[in-house]
């Protein structure tokens, strides 16, 4: 089967040409353009949550704040008419996964999410999780990633697995390097590469940076592409959109 995923950092401030309204009805006429089966998302806060639930009525989620006290989430949003969700969960990226804590050097709590999803036309799984890794330590970059990477050998045993993220990080670090190892990056396997950049230094300037990511466990990307919605010089978001056609 294909399934399309879509990994988008919603950016959780608000700067020139970013108000928050403006900014929805781009994100909204992006997903609506891109129809996809999977949205992995990043900096979802409250704001962002509340207009979600609004303007993605057709899909269910998997959703989690880092922490009591920390209303930022890197949730899940799945099409409802075309795939069931089995099991979900989320664990910290730090020293001890299974409970709120964050990483030593870390500018933040860091979690992933994940769920195990069905499709209602033939029964196949997958696994699809959910990630946004530190802005600050490369150590607790790398954490993240071999916990990551640990939890896929793991949960995923038998399944094919999606990866989406903003991951703060260059596809020649240690971080990226490591998630590699037991997975293949969407943008470098699929037929057509794109080069082209995810994130902009200032809101509104060129891209300078690809740190957004889907990565593939058992799985083949039969396409790879990164997409932005504009109103005049301003898209959706500081990170564009990166996605993927899935072959599982």
Not at 112 to 121: M, S, Y
Request: aromatic content about 10%.
């Amino acid at each position: 089967m294909i399934i399309r995923a879509v990994s988008q950092n919603a950016m959780c401030w608000k700067t020139k040409g970013g108000e928050f309204e403006e900014r929805r009805e781009r994100m909204k006429r992006l997903f609506s353009r891109l129809d996809p089966d999977f949205i992995g998302a990043q900096e979802v806060t409250d704001r962002w949550k509340a207009y979600f639930e609004e303007d993605l009525p057709g899909f269910g989620t998997v959703f989690a704040f880092r922490g009591k006290l920390d209303h930022e989430g890197t949730p899940i949003y799945y099409r409802r008419d075309r795939f069931d969700l089995v099991e979900s969960g989320r664990f910290w990226l730090s020293e001890t996964p299974e409970k709120e804590s964050r990483a030593k050097g870390s500018a933040y709590l860091r979690i992933a999410c994940w769920g195990i999803f069905e499709r209602k036309e033939d029964g196949r799984r997958l696994l699809f999780i959910n990630t946004h890794l530190d802005c600050k330590s490369e150590r607790a970059r790398i954490l993240g990633a071999r916990i990551i990477a640990d939890f896929i050998g793991d949960k995923g045993a038998g399944l094919p697995a999606v990866l989406t993220g903003d991951m703060n990080d260059v596809s020649y670090s240690e971080a990226i390097e490591t998630l590699r190892e037991k997975m293949t990056d969407a943008r470098l396997s699929a037929p057509v590469t794109c080069e082209t950049n995810t994130h902009m230094s200032e809101f509104g300037s060129p891209a300078d940076a690809s740190i957004d990511y889907i990565l593939l466990k058992d799985a083949r990307a039969a396409r790879y592409s990164v997409e932005k919605e504009c109103d005049g010089n301003f898209p959706q978001s500081d990170h564009y959109a990166v996605v993927a056609d899935i072959e599982l």
